[in-house]
């Protein structure tokens, strides 16, 4: 009895021995990496130090991973360099979609190894949390096989007051989430992990093995070009499809044409539409401007192609404009408008670059000279065809004389409207 004891002790020890691995890795981005390490101590406690390394480009203006599985009640880290060669490593308490704000009572501390590198690339934290079992906002099993994850970064400079742990942060660029296989970090001492014994070096590298232990949930990046295929074809169809479909009729003054190019700019305008329905799901939700405007505007051009159809049929029959030719005009245009309005809050939403802010604005200022120079073109060479003609009331209808007279009588029966 008391043999088979020992025998079984032995086997306990000889097998924990064997569990404890490494810390476990993930990155998220190629330069922005995650571990974590959990001593054996705290594993079997169920409370005690669990230690952290972040390790990121300087490219990022900061980089954050969190305990949990969203914003909202998560234990957030985050990182920045503090402007003296070393990093601020912030405790904050994530409360949903708002900058987290610094949690005191999260009992963290730096350690060895962190730091800026010389070469001024690279960014390290390793730290020690003692009490991340639980936090304001939830808890978390020290031997979970499941345990949560977020991470998220921005790309820029570090924050101006870098050495505060409460200094203000953009939003990021990109998140993820993961679970880590908690039984699967184990360390066998109470200590700094990612230093070899010889002093301050880089840490232990990877962990064990690829994917080992980590589970991805999401990684923000398809959605990040999701958002991005949205945004390009909505911008695409109205700030310049829908614009060069409206000033190709009085330029050009042919219905097919005209209704061609919509017609084509209002199929990709559902496909966006899909598009940034998907994309909404997993980031904003569907309650933001942006999403609920964009849905009643694509919803109210659903009936613009009809209202054209009505207004050639109506043309054709009556040889002049009546309140369905100016509603699919006005209306048509005053659509166009909103459109091209809510592309801007897209823009503010999605907090794009400059670059493309100032592009999107360029190209929809551009459309709309060259929209109000085709119509004043078409006007001017409507009056002075109409001089020869009775006309008096200019309208754009005239312009498609060239088209009209192919399947209604003579020209000079083109009267007003
Ligand atoms: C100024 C600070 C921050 C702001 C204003 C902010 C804002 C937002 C917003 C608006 C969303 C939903 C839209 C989207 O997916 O992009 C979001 C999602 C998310 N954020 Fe943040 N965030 C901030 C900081 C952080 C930090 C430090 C983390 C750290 C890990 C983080 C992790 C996440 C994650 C994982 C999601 C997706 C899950 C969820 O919806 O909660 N965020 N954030
Ligand atoms: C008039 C219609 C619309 C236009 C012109 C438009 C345009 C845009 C633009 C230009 C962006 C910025 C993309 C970027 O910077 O990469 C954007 C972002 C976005 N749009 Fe739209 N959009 C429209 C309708 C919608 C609708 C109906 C939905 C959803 C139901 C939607 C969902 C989104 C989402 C989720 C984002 C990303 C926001 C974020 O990054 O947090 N959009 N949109
Ligand atoms: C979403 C799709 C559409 C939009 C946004 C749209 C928009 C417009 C706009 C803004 C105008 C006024 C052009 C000007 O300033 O001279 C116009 C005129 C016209 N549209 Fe459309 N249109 C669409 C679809 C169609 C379709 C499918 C037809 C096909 C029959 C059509 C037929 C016409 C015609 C015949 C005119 C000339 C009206 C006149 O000058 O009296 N439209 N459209
Ligand atoms: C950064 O701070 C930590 C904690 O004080 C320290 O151990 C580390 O050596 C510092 N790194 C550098 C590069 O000064």
């Known amino acids: 009895m008391w043999k088979l ?14 569990v404890t691995a490494d810390p476990l890795s993930n990155c998220i981005e190629n330069d922005v990496c995650f571990q974590v390490g959990v001593p054996t101590a705290s594993a079997s406690s169920g409370q005690g130090n669990i230690y952290y390394q972040m390790r990121a480009s300087t490219r990022y203006s900061w980089v954050a991973i969190g305990q949990g599985d969203q914003m909202a009640g998560a234990n957030i880290f985050v990182m920045y360099a503090n402007g003296r060669g070393n990093v601020t490593v912030s405790a904050r308490a994530g409360r949903g979609h708002i900058m987290p704000q610094a949690d005191s009572s999260v009992q963290i501390q730096l350690l060895a190894g962190s ?3 010389s070469d001024g690339k690279t960014m390290v934290a390793n730290f020690v949390c003692s009490n991340c079992q639980r936090w304001g906002g939830g808890q978390m099993s ?5 345990a949560d994850y977020i991470g ?10 870098g050495a505060s742990t409460s200094a203000s942060i953009g939003q990021h660029d990109s998140h993820a989430a993961w679970q880590f296989d908690l039984t699967r970090a184990t360390i066998a001492n109470n200590a700094n992990p990612y230093v070899t014994s010889s002093g301050s070096g880089s840490g232990s590298g990877s962990g064990s093995g690829s994917g080992n232990g980590v589970t991805q949930i999401s990684s923000g990046t398809s959605t990040t070009r999701l ?7 909505m911008t695409v169809v109205m700030v310049v499809l829908y614009p060069l479909g409206s000033l190709l009729m009085p330029l050009v003054g ?26 909404s799901r997993s980031t904003v939700g569907f ?20 209202l054209g159809f009505a207004h050639h049929a109506y043309y054709k029959k009556h040889l002049q404009r009546g309140v369905i030719s100016h509603a699919h005009i006005w209306y048509g245009r005053a659509i166009m408008v909103l459109g091209v309005v809510n592309g801007g809050l897209g823009l503010q939403l999605a907090g794009s670059d400059d670059a493309f802010v100032i592009a999107y604005s360029v190209v929809a200022a551009v459309m709309f000279v060259a929209y109000v120079a085709a119509k004043g073109f078409g006007v001017l060479r409507k009056r002075r065809r109409a001089g020869l003609s009775s006309g008096s009331g200019a309208s754009g209808e005239q312009i498609r004389s060239k088209e009209q007279t192919s399947h209604v009588s003579p020209a000079g029966s083109y009267g007003g409207r």
Do not use: D, E, R
Request: aromatic share 12%; no cysteine; hydrophobic share 55%.
């Open 227 to 233: 958002i991005m295929i949205h945004g390009i074809i």
């Open 5 to 18: 004891a020992t025998t079984a002790l032995s086997a306990a020890a000889s097998f924990s021995t064997l």
């Open 152 to 161: 998220a970064y921005l790309v820029g400079q570090a924050p101006s007051n």
């Open 115 to 117: 730091g800026v590198s």
């Open 254 to 279: 042919s219905w097919i044409v005209h209704g061609g190019v919509q017609v084509v700019a209002f199929l990709l305008m559902w496909a966006g539409f899909g598009i940034g329905y998907v994309a």
């Open 142 to 146: 020290l031997s979970s096989t499941t």
């Open 287 to 306: 309650g933001a401007t942006h999403t609920i405007f964009g849905t009643v505007i694509v919803a109210l051009f659903g009936i613009q192609p009809f």
